[in-house]
């Protein structure tokens, strides 16, 4: 709390504030050189596929943060526009299509996916909403197993390798660069546009929840009868909230096609919904700055824990466990004691913290909420 | 019916035989009302008469079964919650329904949705249209809180509110849709003495600035003092309508409180 209060004060004081930003940035812009230098160039490319998990996060944070959707298979759009890339800049069709027109594409497709997929559960609220979109998330990979007979689409269970890596104009990004003397490998360059489009997300999120659609979602969110009652069409601002969600999920998807370079169906199961479910809750739902952090977190945390088996070496001169058992085991214990110490979340919302303070300290008025099982926490 | 007042003037909502049937229940039955412009128009009944029925019936949350209902010549029947909204009709709830976990402010500036245009791209490029259209937004919304008395609690979340600020700001955000008609669902439930009377002077308040008022309320005295006219249901139909001196009279109201075979 204390730390809390300080940064309370420091974003009242402008400068301090920007001094903050300013050394967020140049942490930002050097961080593939320091992680390469400290850790070695696996963990460049950890700090990429968090900043594509960051907007993952923030896409899903629109429909379960903000409008109170509870999707369990969000990550079905990361597929769309994973396989929509992979399909349009591969030997798969021999189609080679460039990465400026597919990610805007992408996007729009995993935004038709969305309204697709939102429109048949507007109905549902709570635990039905949150099966039927599981569902909905195996469908689209079982679809993507299985479209390579009569006429192979998707190459089945093999998945599409060979994906065309992203080239902006005559740049490659697939080649080590050199400008001022100082290398920039393939890895370097993708966490560069990575950041780029991370930032663009983050804004984009931030000026929807300051604004009339994301007011309208959050009063979704807290009663939907309220919310019709003055005059918002539900259905509508749902399906806008889906369609947003969907198209960074979309985004995220067409740059990890052109990162890795190849994608199947195995990367897109149930699990990775949850986990992106998880650092939506576990970062402080319906607020970026936590959303951010609890991705990072979530792919950051269960890397480092992979240095168990040295850590064991150094303390007990031979490895007891297995670290890939330890993993998920000590990955689990923390997820639940966060979830136990902080309910909501690492770092929920100033109006969340007051609404916990709240009911802790001098008992507030009842309020009748009759609709409490719709949140998934209130 | 038993009293020979005499509407004049179009009238602003108009109910004709409305029923609803809730699996064998007659919640409504051929019930009518028509509230002029400018009244403020009680319902009274004993409890599941089916005062919040017609409500949610006139606000789109139910359809009718049969019957029709037009507003200032418009036909309402059939439509969504957010189109009679649209429409002109804005309504409280009678277990306080505020989006919890939003300040007060915000519940008033949600209010002003229906009244406003912005869309996706609006927000993320936040040109001028629509940085005048939120300035906008935000400056009604806090007129409207020092309007209902509550303009220093305008940072504070709606859950952490004291009762009666929690009714009044459902007054505000009502008012915030820029309604002709406001419905309100028992807005003196759970209130004190005081906080009913600052309340009664809020809706004259509100009425004398040209508003027009439909209330539920079981507060007799509230009724009778603040209402024009009022109709009483039981069982789900209309047993009298009129001045509420004349109701009050009324030998079937008297039966359907103090139980039938008193007379």
Redesign the interface.
Known sequence: MRLLDRWKRLRRDPRLAWTAYIALAVLLLALPFLADWAFGRAWVRIAAFALLYVMLALGLNIVVGYAGLLDLGYVAFFAVGAYFYALLASPQFDIHLPFWLLLPLGAGVACAFGVLLGAPTLRLRGDYLAIVTLGFGEIIRIFLTNLNAPVNITNGPQGINLIDPVRLGGFSLAQTHTVLGAGFPAVYNYYYLFLALTLAVVF?SM??ED??????W??IR??E??????????RNVKL?AFA?GASFGGVSGGLFAGFQGFVSPESFTLIESIMILCMVVLGGMGHIPGVVLGAVLLVVLPEALRYLGPLQEALFGRVLRDPADLRLLVFGLALILVMLLRPSGLWPSP??R??LS?DTGSA??E????DDDDRIR? | MTTGYAPSGAPLLEAVAISKRFGGLSALTDVSVAVKRGEIFGLIGPNGAGKTTLFNVL?G?YPPDAGEFAFDGERLTGL???QV??SGI??T?Q?????????AL?NV????????R???L???L?NPA?RS??AA?AKRARELLDYVGIGRRAAE???????GD?RRLEVA??L??EPRLLALDEPAAGMNATETADLRTLLERIRADGMTLLLIEHDVRLVMGLCDRVAVLDYGRKIAEGVPAAVRRDPAVIDAYLGGNLA
């Open positions: 984009v000026r929807l604004s009339r659609i994301g007011r309208a959050v009063a807290e009663d009868v309220a919310a019709a009652a003055m005059g918002i069409n539900t806008l947003m109006t969340r007051r609404e709240a507030p008025p309020m009748d909420t009759p209130s | 606000t949350i969504k919650p957010h909204a649209a804005a309504r709830f277990n306080i329904r505020l989006f919890a976990n939003m300040t915000e500036m949600v209010g002003r949705h229906v009244r406003t912005a869309g996706v609006g927000a993320i936040r629509t259209e939120e937004i979340l709606a859950r952490a509110l004291a009762y929690q955000r009502a915030a849709t």
